[in-house]
């Protein structure tokens, strides 16, 4: 029976992951280096290496013929997908559901607050030595639309909350009710996109999502409206969206792109009102701590033969 367990993290480093002795699970390090730690057949919980390439991540994949589980280190899969088809049926992927919420929605309150009062035009303000005084937009009073509202989303709105603003609306898949009120379908999108003043993205890349911020989305966004991506770069059409920047009818701040890394030269580094950072929602201090525990949780079910949180599908189902 084979019981390895393919970690990024040293075992020693994560507290209560199961005793090796106790549970029969034998820890392997691998944060995707040139090299296997060991026979990837032996392989049964695959634990993804964080910030790696598709091409790395899936690497070991096909060679897995015992897997059960793969575990990644992200909210998205779709870095995975390449992969699935050399997994026998019946493996479960699982995301990181809790990992990253907290790290994501601090940046996108970030990226929010520093595109409407101004900051990048006051740090180029202070290397040429100008006093770039004025009067800038506010949070507060405005209209937020949550495009995505899943875990991050919600976290999202967690933090908008002492903001004062007018207006939370809430966008996912299906509509549902919560706490803090109703969440609309995507079929509802269209006529609440003219009403935001900010409209977050935070949904997650499939086929349905890829390209959803596209000509027809940005066009029904309001005059002077901040578009705020912390999805996924495919969600929005880059082309689509330089032209609204470049008319200057809208702005932006993007933590993710299209293409991504963003290539030097590319027109979207000096689009009009844009704010870019490096795909770094997740890759926080916030991040390792978090991670651990959802590991050291997942493989106490495991080796306990319970059900596994965060499973988003079986293959060959």
């Known amino acids: 029976m084979t019981t390895d367990v393919w970690l990024p993290f040293e075992a020693d480093d994560i507290d209560g992951l199961p005793e090796a002795s106790e549970s029969g699970l034998n820890y392997r390090y691998w944060d995707g280096g040139p090299d296997f730690p060991a026979d990837p057949a032996d392989c049964v919980f695959y634990v993804v290496p964080y910030l790696k390439s598709a091409e790395v991540s899936v690497r070991p994949l096909p060679a897995m013929t015992s897997l059960r589980v793969v575990q990644t280190l992200t909210a998205g899969i779709d870095h995975m997908e390449p992969g699935l088809k050399f997994l026998a049926p019946g493996v479960r992927l699982c995301n990181a559901r809790g990992v990253h919420e907290a790290s994501t929605a601090e940046l996108a309150l970030g990226l929010i607050l520093a595109s409407l009062r101004g900051i990048p035009r006051f740090v180029e303000g202070q290397r040429r030595e100008e006093w770039r005084s004025g009067f800038y937009p506010a ?11 899943g875990s991050v989303g919600s976290a999202i709105e967690d933090r908008l909350s002492p903001f004062e603003c007018a207006r939370v609306a809430r966008v996912a898949r299906s509509a549902r009710a919560t706490e803090r009120g ?13 009403d935001a003043d900010v409209v977050v993205v ?30 996924r770069g495919p969600v929005v059409d880059t082309d689509a969206l330089l032209g609204e920047l470049t008319s200057g009818r809208l702005t932006a701040a993007l933590d993710v792109t299209d293409p991504e890394p963003l290539p030097a030269g590319h027109p979207l580094w000096h689009a009009p009102g844009v704010l870019i950072s490096p795909h770094v929602g997740g890759s926080s201090s916030a991040y390792p701590p978090r991670a651990r525990r959802l590991l050291a949780a997942q493989l106490t079910r495991y080796a306990a033969g319970n059900p596994l949180d965060n499973v988003v599908r079986i293959t060959g189902s």
């Open 182 to 194: 109703p969440v609309h379908p995507l079929a509802e999108l269209p006529a609440l996109l003219p």
């Open 202 to 231: 935070s949904t997650p890349l499939t086929e349905d999502t890829r390209g959803l911020v596209g000509a027809e989305f940005l066009a029904r966004m309001k005059d002077g409206a901040l578009l705020v991506n912390v999805a």
């Open 139 to 149: 949070l507060a009073d405005k209209s937020v639309l949550i495009v995505g509202y």
